[in-house]
């Protein structure tokens, strides 16, 4: 029985060398095929035609280079596009693209399902099936490029699709040095953002990275009480520690770290919860981005009024700290922030959830 192919879709540019090389090409000869493989979407090595034959032929006999398949594509009416990819071992996932917000944005998962368990989530509700490989994770961004057409453009990727990069770590961070490859996609770091809801050591060892995304952080309360009702791990990882964390993070010049607040209505939307987030925040380099709850069957809140919206801002501006509200995309077809879930015979939990949820 012949070996598994080595799956090229899984190297950083470094290994692709490697493995060019171990079979006889040049390294330019990886970098030629970073170009096909990321900036054409050519996975086929035999179209691949500025390589030498004999070493297309070679990575034929004993190489991939795996691609998730689009399974449905659904269009929000405001452009919002959302994809449901099948992986190679038959999981699914969410990939969705944002026009003009002012960039193309792809908002892409690190994780089939999620641990984290946040109350008002609905990608929580599956757990966690699995995590996804660093192949997987960037493979996303290379279909919804391809997709839209936009693989020569200036886009942005928001790790904030299903999952908690921090939670996988290593395949994430992978992913970015593939994203970030000149030779392939060629993103700069700073047009990626891990949004994580704070899994301290991670956190830590993120500070240390010479890869650096922009980082924002699910805080989505101001004292440890709530915290540790809507986002689980906070009892594990409190706000001193959090935000201890996020003061010693190496922030660029003229960058900030976002933090996401989503808005409960009666839970966490008073003016003293304005307060009080305001100077928590006091003198770090950072801007607050509310996200008015995305109400969906079976999370037991509720999204504020508007009035109710605008007078939380304002009551954050006021006490000096930099607001913005994130305007809901793609909420008609369920490709909103904490709407991406699997539903579908997908594992047991999922299944559950489709009970739970009266098969919505
Ligand atoms: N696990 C990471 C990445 C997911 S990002 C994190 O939590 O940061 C998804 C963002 O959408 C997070 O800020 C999350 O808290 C928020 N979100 C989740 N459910 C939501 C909902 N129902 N309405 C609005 N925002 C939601």
């Not at 641990?115 to 995590?131: E, I, V």
């Not at 939990?349 to 009266?358: E, V, Y």
Request: glycine residues 8%; proline residues 6%; aromatic residues 4%.
């Amino acid at each position: 029985m012949s070996a598994a192919p080595l799956d090229l879709a899984e190297l950083e540019p470094t290994e692709l060398t490697a493995a060019v090389v171990a079979r006889g090409g040049q390294p330019f000869n990886a970098r030629q095929m970073a170009r096909w493989i990321y900036r054409r979407g050519v996975t086929d090595f035999e179209r691949m035609t500025d390589l030498p034959a004999a070493l297309r032929a070679t990575l034929a006999g004993d190489c991939a280079c795996s691609t998730p398949t689009v399974l449905r594509a659904d269009r929000s009416a405001d452009g919002t596009a959302k994809l449901l990819l099948r992986l190679a071992d038959g999981l699914r996932v969410e990939a969705v693209f944002i026009p003009d917000t002012p960039r193309m944005t792809f908002c892409v998962s690190t994780q089939v399902g999620c641990a984290m368990q946040c109350g008002f989530c609905l990608t929580g509700r599956m757990g966690l099936a699995r995590h996804l490989s660093a192949g997987e994770i960037a493979a996303q961004v290379r279909v919804l490029s391809r997709r839209f057409e936009l693989a020569g453009a200036a886009f942005n990727v928001v790790l904030m699709g299903m999952g908690e990069p921090l939670h996988n770590y290593d395949a994430t961070m992978k992913a970015l040095r593939i994203l970030t490859d000149p030779h392939g996609l060629a993103m700069r770091p700073q047009r990626i953002t891990l949004s994580t809801v704070g899994v301290l050591p991670a956190l830590e060892r993120l500070a240390g990275e010479s890869l650096m995304p922009n980082l924002a952080v699910s805080l989505h309360a101001a004292t440890d009480e709530l915290r540790n009702e809507l986002v689980p791990i906070n009892r594990k990882h409190g706000l001193d520690a959090l935000l201890a964390a996020c003061r010693r993070f190496p922030v660029a010049r003229r960058r900030r770290i976002t933090f996401e607040y989503v808005l409960l209505a009666g839970v966490n939307d008073a003016p003293a919860d304005a307060r009080r987030l305001a100077r928590l925040l006091a003198g770090l380099r950072s801007k607050v981005n509310v996200i008015p709850l995305n109400e969906a069957p079976g999370v037991p809140y509720r999204r504020p009024s508007d009035a109710q919206i605008d007078r939380f801002a304002r009551t954050l501006a006021a006490h000096g700290a930099t607001v913005t509200v994130r305007k809901s995309r793609g909420r008609d077809i369920r490709a909103a922030c904490g709407q991406l879930i699997v539903d579908g015979p997908q594992r047991s939990t999922a299944q559950q959830l489709a009970t739970a949820l009266g098969g919505s």
